[in-house]
Protein backbone atom coordinates (compact mmCIF):
# COMPACT_ATOMS: atom_id res chain seq x y z
CA UNK A 1 0.00 0.00 0.00
CA UNK A 2 1.62 3.46 -1.32
CA UNK A 3 2.40 5.88 2.18
CA UNK A 4 -0.18 8.70 1.98
CA UNK A 5 0.96 12.41 0.59
CA UNK A 6 1.95 14.59 3.41
CA UNK A 7 -0.31 17.07 4.75
CA UNK A 8 0.12 20.56 6.31
CA UNK A 9 -2.26 22.53 8.56
CA UNK A 10 -3.10 26.07 8.46
CA UNK A 11 -1.30 26.56 11.35
CA UNK A 12 2.29 25.11 10.60
CA UNK A 13 5.34 27.24 9.85
CA UNK A 14 5.34 28.33 5.97
CA UNK A 15 9.32 28.44 4.84
CA UNK A 16 8.49 30.33 1.44
CA UNK A 17 6.98 32.78 3.97
CA UNK A 18 9.77 32.88 6.42
CA UNK A 19 11.19 36.45 8.01
CA UNK A 20 14.20 35.71 6.80
CA UNK A 21 17.36 36.42 8.30
CA UNK A 22 19.17 39.24 10.02
CA UNK A 23 21.89 39.40 7.19
CA UNK A 24 20.06 39.22 3.65
CA UNK A 25 21.34 36.46 1.82
CA UNK A 26 20.44 34.95 -1.69
CA UNK A 27 18.12 32.40 -1.54
CA UNK A 28 19.49 28.08 -1.59
CA UNK A 29 18.27 26.73 -5.00
CA UNK A 30 17.86 23.48 -3.38
CA UNK A 31 17.08 23.86 0.03
CA UNK A 32 14.16 25.92 2.13
CA UNK A 33 15.55 27.84 4.86
CA UNK A 34 14.90 25.91 7.56
CA UNK A 35 16.40 22.83 5.94
CA UNK A 36 19.13 24.97 4.88
CA UNK A 37 19.19 26.26 9.02
CA UNK A 38 19.52 22.81 9.92
CA UNK A 39 22.69 21.65 7.72
CA UNK A 40 24.50 24.50 9.08
CA UNK A 41 23.76 23.41 12.88
CA UNK A 42 24.92 19.95 12.03
CA UNK A 43 28.10 21.63 10.39
CA UNK A 44 29.01 23.53 12.99
CA UNK A 45 31.45 22.80 15.26
CA UNK A 46 29.78 23.14 18.30
CA UNK A 47 27.15 20.28 16.93
CA UNK A 48 30.78 17.99 16.74
CA UNK A 49 31.58 18.63 20.22
CA UNK A 50 28.48 17.21 21.31
CA UNK A 51 29.66 13.56 20.94
CA UNK A 52 31.75 13.85 23.96
CA UNK A 53 29.47 16.44 26.13
CA UNK A 54 27.72 14.39 29.01
CA UNK A 55 23.79 13.78 28.91
CA UNK A 56 24.25 11.59 32.20
CA UNK A 57 27.20 9.62 32.00
CA UNK A 58 30.44 11.12 31.49
CA UNK A 59 31.57 9.88 27.77
CA UNK A 60 34.63 7.92 28.69
CA UNK A 61 31.89 5.66 31.12
CA UNK A 62 31.03 3.71 28.62
CA UNK A 63 30.35 3.24 24.59
CA UNK A 64 26.20 2.38 24.96
CA UNK A 65 25.29 5.78 27.32
CA UNK A 66 23.45 8.45 25.57
CA UNK A 67 26.00 11.29 24.71
CA UNK A 68 24.79 15.20 24.28
CA UNK A 69 25.37 14.23 20.66
CA UNK A 70 23.06 10.93 20.63
CA UNK A 71 20.33 12.70 22.40
CA UNK A 72 20.27 15.29 20.19
CA UNK A 73 19.73 13.19 17.49
CA UNK A 74 16.91 10.82 19.07
CA UNK A 75 14.96 14.14 19.98
CA UNK A 76 15.54 15.45 16.30
CA UNK A 77 13.95 11.80 15.02
CA UNK A 78 10.98 12.11 17.64
CA UNK A 79 10.23 16.16 16.68
CA UNK A 80 10.15 15.27 12.59
CA UNK A 81 7.94 12.63 13.32
CA UNK A 82 5.75 14.41 15.93
CA UNK A 83 5.98 17.53 13.11
CA UNK A 84 4.91 14.65 10.06
CA UNK A 85 1.74 13.27 11.97
CA UNK A 86 0.81 16.80 12.90
CA UNK A 87 1.27 18.06 9.45
CA UNK A 88 3.91 20.49 10.96
CA UNK A 89 6.97 21.63 8.59
CA UNK A 90 9.06 19.03 9.78
CA UNK A 91 12.59 20.95 8.37
CA UNK A 92 12.04 23.46 10.91
CA UNK A 93 10.96 20.94 14.05
CA UNK A 94 13.76 19.36 13.26
CA UNK A 95 16.32 22.14 13.23
CA UNK A 96 15.42 23.46 16.53
CA UNK A 97 15.42 19.98 18.23
CA UNK A 98 19.03 19.67 16.74
CA UNK A 99 20.40 23.28 17.75
CA UNK A 100 18.60 22.73 21.40
CA UNK A 101 22.00 21.72 23.50
CA UNK A 102 24.72 23.34 21.17
CA UNK A 103 25.74 25.39 24.84
CA UNK A 104 25.88 22.82 26.91
CA UNK A 105 29.19 22.93 29.03
CA UNK A 106 31.06 19.40 29.45
CA UNK A 107 29.88 17.05 32.23
CA UNK A 108 25.98 17.76 32.07
CA UNK A 109 24.30 19.61 34.85
CA UNK A 110 27.18 19.28 36.77
CA UNK A 111 28.91 21.81 34.25
CA UNK A 112 25.90 23.69 34.02
CA UNK A 113 25.87 24.27 37.90
CA UNK A 114 28.75 24.93 38.48
CA UNK A 115 29.46 27.36 35.79
CA UNK A 116 25.73 29.12 37.55
CA UNK A 117 28.18 29.30 40.49
CA UNK A 118 31.19 30.40 39.16
CA UNK A 119 29.55 32.83 36.93
CA UNK A 120 27.25 34.75 39.34
CA UNK A 121 29.62 37.16 39.96
CA UNK A 122 29.78 38.14 35.99
CA UNK A 123 26.03 38.53 34.69
CA UNK A 124 25.57 34.40 35.19
CA UNK A 125 25.04 30.89 32.96
CA UNK A 126 22.35 29.60 31.42
CA UNK A 127 22.61 26.76 28.86
CA UNK A 128 19.84 28.21 26.84
CA UNK A 129 21.38 31.63 26.56
CA UNK A 130 24.70 29.60 25.78
CA UNK A 131 23.19 27.83 22.71
CA UNK A 132 21.30 30.87 21.39
CA UNK A 133 24.73 32.84 21.62
CA UNK A 134 26.94 29.55 20.04
CA UNK A 135 24.60 30.26 16.74
CA UNK A 136 24.61 33.97 16.98
CA UNK A 137 27.95 34.39 18.24
CA UNK A 138 30.27 32.21 19.15
CA UNK A 139 30.77 29.95 15.74
CA UNK A 140 32.80 31.63 13.30
CA UNK A 141 32.64 29.94 10.40
CA UNK A 142 31.81 32.98 7.72
CA UNK A 143 33.61 35.84 6.17
CA UNK A 144 30.57 38.33 6.65
CA UNK A 145 29.60 37.46 9.96
CA UNK A 146 29.45 35.74 13.20
CA UNK A 147 27.07 33.03 14.06
CA UNK A 148 25.49 30.88 11.58
CA UNK A 149 22.79 33.68 10.25
CA UNK A 150 20.20 31.25 10.93
CA UNK A 151 16.46 32.15 10.05
CA UNK A 152 13.88 34.51 12.41
CA UNK A 153 11.77 31.35 13.06
CA UNK A 154 14.88 28.88 13.86
CA UNK A 155 15.87 31.71 16.67
CA UNK A 156 13.07 31.68 18.05
CA UNK A 157 12.88 28.57 18.78
CA UNK A 158 16.33 28.33 19.97
CA UNK A 159 15.12 30.26 22.76
CA UNK A 160 11.41 30.31 23.27
CA UNK A 161 10.59 26.41 22.50
CA UNK A 162 9.70 26.01 26.31
CA UNK A 163 7.67 29.41 25.93
CA UNK A 164 7.57 32.77 26.53
CA UNK A 165 11.31 34.39 28.18
CA UNK A 166 10.57 37.73 28.33
CA UNK A 167 9.95 38.34 31.72
CA UNK A 168 13.83 36.41 32.22
CA UNK A 169 14.92 39.40 30.47
CA UNK A 170 16.24 41.29 33.54
CA UNK A 171 18.40 38.31 34.58
CA UNK A 172 22.23 39.40 33.96
CA UNK A 173 22.80 35.75 32.70
CA UNK A 174 19.58 36.77 29.71
CA UNK A 175 21.26 40.11 28.52
CA UNK A 176 22.66 38.80 25.23
CA UNK A 177 19.24 37.63 24.45
CA UNK A 178 17.96 41.52 25.87
CA UNK A 179 20.58 43.17 23.41
CA UNK A 180 19.98 41.10 20.42
CA UNK A 181 16.15 40.91 20.67
CA UNK A 182 17.00 44.85 20.61
CA UNK A 183 18.51 44.55 17.21
CA UNK A 184 15.96 42.10 15.93
CA UNK A 185 12.83 41.37 17.72
CA UNK A 186 12.21 37.88 18.44
CA UNK A 187 8.82 38.56 19.93
CA UNK A 188 10.29 37.36 23.15
CA UNK A 189 6.56 37.53 25.21
CA UNK A 190 4.64 34.91 22.89
CA UNK A 191 4.63 31.51 22.37
CA UNK A 192 6.93 29.85 19.71
CA UNK A 193 6.07 27.64 16.57
CA UNK A 194 4.37 24.96 17.09
CA UNK A 195 7.35 23.57 15.65
CA UNK A 196 9.95 24.65 18.18
CA UNK A 197 7.28 23.86 21.17
CA UNK A 198 6.98 20.08 19.35
CA UNK A 199 10.94 20.27 19.85
CA UNK A 200 10.47 20.78 23.50
CA UNK A 201 8.34 18.23 24.03
CA UNK A 202 10.84 15.89 21.77
CA UNK A 203 12.81 15.97 24.23
CA UNK A 204 11.24 15.01 27.31
CA UNK A 205 10.33 11.90 25.75
CA UNK A 206 13.75 10.99 24.38
CA UNK A 207 15.16 12.04 28.13
CA UNK A 208 12.76 10.06 29.91
CA UNK A 209 12.91 7.17 27.87
CA UNK A 210 16.94 7.25 27.39
CA UNK A 211 17.21 7.40 30.56
CA UNK A 212 15.57 4.40 31.81
CA UNK A 213 17.46 2.32 29.44
CA UNK A 214 20.88 3.99 30.75
CA UNK A 215 19.75 3.37 33.88
CA UNK A 216 19.27 -0.39 33.79
CA UNK A 217 22.16 -0.72 31.80
CA UNK A 218 24.52 0.95 34.24
CA UNK A 219 23.02 -1.04 37.10
CA UNK A 220 21.77 2.00 38.76
CA UNK A 221 18.50 0.02 39.43
CA UNK A 222 16.94 -3.08 38.05
CA UNK A 223 13.94 -3.34 35.28
CA UNK A 224 11.69 -5.28 37.25
CA UNK A 225 12.17 -1.72 40.53
CA UNK A 226 9.97 -0.24 37.87
CA UNK A 227 7.22 -2.17 37.77
CA UNK A 228 5.04 -0.02 40.40
CA UNK A 229 6.27 2.94 38.55
CA UNK A 230 3.32 4.57 36.44
CA UNK A 231 3.57 4.95 32.64
CA UNK A 232 6.75 2.34 32.77
CA UNK A 233 5.22 -0.13 34.74
CA UNK A 234 2.11 -0.92 33.31
CA UNK A 235 3.66 -0.92 29.73
CA UNK A 236 6.58 -3.74 31.20
CA UNK A 237 4.22 -5.31 33.10
CA UNK A 238 2.47 -6.30 29.53
CA UNK A 239 5.81 -7.18 28.23
CA UNK A 240 6.19 -9.47 30.42
CA UNK A 241 2.65 -11.23 29.49
CA UNK A 242 3.19 -10.97 25.76
CA UNK A 243 6.87 -12.11 25.87
CA UNK A 244 7.43 -14.52 29.22
CA UNK A 245 11.20 -15.48 29.09
CA UNK A 246 12.22 -12.68 27.10
CA UNK A 247 15.74 -12.11 27.00
CA UNK A 248 16.45 -9.29 29.93
CA UNK A 249 18.03 -6.59 27.16
CA UNK A 250 15.54 -7.03 24.79
CA UNK A 251 12.63 -6.89 27.43
CA UNK A 252 14.05 -3.52 28.33
CA UNK A 253 14.13 -2.00 25.16
CA UNK A 254 10.70 -3.32 23.95
CA UNK A 255 9.40 -1.38 26.80
CA UNK A 256 10.81 1.77 26.59
CA UNK A 257 10.06 1.52 22.79
CA UNK A 258 6.50 0.88 23.80
CA UNK A 259 7.12 3.91 26.21
CA UNK A 260 8.22 6.05 23.55
CA UNK A 261 4.91 5.11 22.02
CA UNK A 262 2.65 5.63 24.33
CA UNK A 263 4.41 9.40 25.04
CA UNK A 264 4.07 10.30 21.02
CA UNK A 265 0.31 9.27 21.11
CA UNK A 266 -0.11 11.39 23.90
CA UNK A 267 0.90 14.22 22.35
CA UNK A 268 -0.50 13.85 19.41
CA UNK A 269 -3.82 13.67 20.98
CA UNK A 270 -4.04 16.31 23.10
CA UNK A 271 -2.26 18.74 20.67
CA UNK A 272 -5.10 17.85 17.75
CA UNK A 273 -7.67 18.48 21.31
CA UNK A 274 -6.00 21.95 21.90
CA UNK A 275 -5.85 23.40 18.34
CA UNK A 276 -9.14 22.26 17.38
CA UNK A 277 -10.60 23.54 20.61
CA UNK A 278 -8.45 27.05 19.51
CA UNK A 279 -9.90 27.35 16.51
CA UNK A 280 -6.25 28.02 14.67
CA UNK A 281 -6.13 28.84 11.62
CA UNK A 282 -2.45 30.51 11.69
CA UNK A 283 0.99 30.38 12.91
CA UNK A 284 -0.17 33.66 14.44
CA UNK A 285 -2.84 31.96 16.61
CA UNK A 286 -0.45 29.42 17.85
CA UNK A 287 2.26 32.09 19.47
CA UNK A 288 -1.26 34.20 20.72
CA UNK A 289 -2.44 31.92 22.56
CA UNK A 290 -2.28 31.85 26.06
CA UNK A 291 -0.43 28.49 26.94
CA UNK A 292 1.02 25.91 25.09
CA UNK A 293 -0.29 24.45 21.83
CA UNK A 294 1.67 21.22 22.02
CA UNK A 295 1.53 19.37 25.37
CA UNK A 296 0.77 16.05 26.85
CA UNK A 297 -2.23 15.67 28.48
CA UNK A 298 -3.24 16.06 32.65
CA UNK A 299 -3.05 12.36 33.23
CA UNK A 300 0.17 11.79 31.13
CA UNK A 301 2.30 14.70 33.27
CA UNK A 302 1.31 13.42 36.20
CA UNK A 303 2.69 9.94 35.55
CA UNK A 304 6.02 11.66 34.40
CA UNK A 305 6.51 13.21 37.51
CA UNK A 306 6.39 9.94 39.48
CA UNK A 307 8.85 8.39 36.67
CA UNK A 308 11.52 11.76 37.11
CA UNK A 309 10.84 11.24 40.78
CA UNK A 310 11.92 7.50 40.61
CA UNK A 311 14.94 8.89 38.11
CA UNK A 312 15.89 11.34 40.19
CA UNK A 313 16.20 9.22 43.72
CA UNK A 314 17.60 5.87 41.88
CA UNK A 315 19.93 7.38 38.87
CA UNK A 316 20.23 11.26 39.08
CA UNK A 317 21.61 10.96 42.60
CA UNK A 318 22.99 7.54 42.87
CA UNK A 319 26.64 7.84 44.45
CA UNK A 320 28.09 6.93 41.56
CA UNK A 321 26.89 10.08 39.59
CA UNK A 322 27.60 11.84 42.47
CA UNK A 323 30.91 11.19 42.67
CA UNK A 324 31.48 11.64 38.96
CA UNK A 325 29.45 15.23 39.85
CA UNK A 326 31.81 16.29 42.31
CA UNK A 327 35.06 15.54 40.61
CA UNK A 328 33.59 17.40 37.32
CA UNK A 329 32.34 20.39 39.36
CA UNK A 330 36.29 20.57 40.83
CA UNK A 331 37.94 20.18 37.83
CA UNK A 332 35.84 23.05 36.02
CA UNK A 333 36.32 25.29 38.82
CA UNK A 334 39.80 24.94 39.17
CA UNK A 335 40.34 25.65 35.42
CA UNK A 336 38.08 28.90 35.99
CA UNK A 337 40.26 30.45 38.61
CA UNK A 338 42.96 29.66 36.93
CA UNK A 339 42.29 31.17 33.51
CA UNK A 340 41.06 34.44 35.42
CA UNK A 341 44.26 34.60 37.31
CA UNK A 342 46.56 33.75 34.43
CA UNK A 343 44.49 34.42 31.63
CA UNK A 344 48.26 34.04 29.79
CA UNK A 345 47.53 30.41 30.37
CA UNK A 346 44.66 30.36 27.88
CA UNK A 347 45.12 29.41 24.58
CA UNK A 348 46.34 32.12 22.04
CA UNK A 349 42.99 33.06 21.04
CA UNK A 350 40.96 33.07 23.50
CA UNK A 351 44.03 34.79 25.57
CA UNK A 352 43.65 37.15 22.91
CA UNK A 353 39.98 37.75 23.28
CA UNK A 354 40.03 38.45 27.10
CA UNK A 355 42.74 41.41 26.55
CA UNK A 356 42.01 44.86 27.50
CA UNK A 357 38.51 43.73 29.05
CA UNK A 358 37.29 44.57 32.57
CA UNK A 359 37.09 41.48 35.33
CA UNK A 360 33.36 40.33 34.26
CA UNK A 361 34.52 40.53 30.07
CA UNK A 362 37.32 37.87 30.56
CA UNK A 363 35.43 35.85 32.88
CA UNK A 364 32.83 35.49 29.97
CA UNK A 365 35.30 34.81 27.70
CA UNK A 366 36.50 32.03 30.11
CA UNK A 367 33.09 30.98 30.51
CA UNK A 368 32.96 30.38 26.84
CA UNK A 369 36.42 28.56 26.25
CA UNK A 370 35.32 26.19 29.37
CA UNK A 371 31.84 26.19 27.94
CA UNK A 372 32.83 24.43 24.88
CA UNK A 373 34.91 21.65 26.24
CA UNK A 374 33.93 18.40 25.65
CA UNK A 375 34.57 16.10 28.75
CA UNK A 376 37.75 14.64 27.29
CA UNK A 377 39.20 18.11 26.77
CA UNK A 378 37.94 19.53 29.87
CA UNK A 379 40.29 16.38 31.75
CA UNK A 380 42.79 16.56 29.48
CA UNK A 381 43.32 20.28 29.95
CA UNK A 382 43.00 20.38 33.52
CA UNK A 383 45.44 17.72 33.69
CA UNK A 384 48.09 19.53 31.29
CA UNK A 385 47.41 22.77 33.64
CA UNK A 386 48.14 20.98 37.09
CA UNK A 387 50.16 18.17 36.44
CA UNK A 388 53.70 18.95 36.07
CA UNK A 389 54.71 15.41 34.48
CA UNK A 390 52.25 16.21 31.64
CA UNK A 391 54.02 18.28 29.14
CA UNK A 392 52.03 18.91 25.96
Not at 159 to 170: E, F, M, R, Y
Not at 331 to 341: K, P, R, S, V, W
Request: net charge negative.
Amino acid sequence: MAASLPFRVAYAEDPTASLGRKITEAESATRTPFARDRDRIIHCTAFRRLKEKTQVFVAHEGDHFRTRLTHSLEVAQIARSLAAALGLDVDLAETIALAHDLGHPPFGHAGEDELQVLMEAYGGFDHNVQTFRVVTKLERRYPEWDGLNLTWETLEGVIKHNGPVASKLDRPSWSAIAEFDAEYGLRLSTWASAEAQVAALADDIAYNNHDVDDGVQAGLFHLKELLDVPLIGPILHQVYQDHPGLDAGITRLEAVRRMIGAMVGDVLVETRRRAEVNGLTSPEDVRMMSGALVAFSPDMVEDLAQLRAFLMERMYRHWRVNRTRSQARRILAEMFGLFMQEPDVLPTEWFARSKDRGEAGRARVVCDYIAGMTDRYAIEEHRRLFHLDVWN
